[in-house]
C-alpha cells in the first residue's frame, strides 16, 4: 500500500510537502513518482526519482518549483512544493515501479497508487 498525506489548502505562492508512505514490500527496489488528476483532465506525471536517490526527472509544469525525494530507511517518498499556484489545484498521488536499476525507465508501468491527497491553492 501507499498512503499519501500533507494536503491542503494553500495560499498561492506558498508552500506544502506531501509524504508517501510504502507499506507491506521495501519501496528501495521502486521508482517512486508522484502524479496528479484535475477533473476532466488527464492524469499528469510531475516528478519520478530512482531507486537510491540519484537520479530525478520532472514536468516542465513543476521543474524549479518542486522536488522530489526520498527516505528509503523510513519507506516514505516527498515532494516538496514550493510557489504554489492556483493551478496546481488537483489530487495528488504517489506510484511504484518495480525497477531497481539506478537510472529511470524509458517507460513504467505502475505497480502501486496511493489513494491521493487534495491539494487546493487559492489566489
Known amino acids: 500500500d501507499l498512503v499519501e498525506s500533507g494536503g491542503g489548502l494553500v495560499e498561492a505562492g506558498g508552500s506544502l510537502r506531501l509524504s508517501c508512505q510504502a507499506s507491506g514490500y521495501s519501496s528501495s527496489n521502486y521508482v517512486m513518482s508522484w502524479h496528479r488528476r484535475v477533473p476532466g483532465k488527464e492524469r499528469e506525471l510531475l516528478a519520478r526519482?530512482?531507486?537510491?536517490?540519484?537520479?530525478?526527472e520532472y514536468a516542465d509544469s513543476v521543474q524549479g518549483r518542486f522536488t522530489i525525494s526520498r527516505d528509503n530507511d523510513k519507506n516514505t517518498v516527498y515532494l516538496q512544493m514550493n510557489s504554489l499556484r492556483p493551478e496546481d489545484t488537483a489530487v495528488y498521488y504517489c506510484?511504484?515501479?518495480?525497477?531497481?536499476?539506478?537510472?529511470?525507465?524509458?517507460?513504467?508501468?505502475?505497480?502501486?497508487w496511493g489513494q491521493g491527497t487534495q491539494v487546493t491553492i487559492s489566489s
Open positions: 526519482i530512482t531507486r537510491l536517490g540519484s537520479r530525478t
Open positions: 506510484a511504484a515501479t518495480l525497477w531497481t536499476l539506478e537510472v529511470l525507465p524509458v517507460t513504467q508501468r505502475y505497480e502501486y
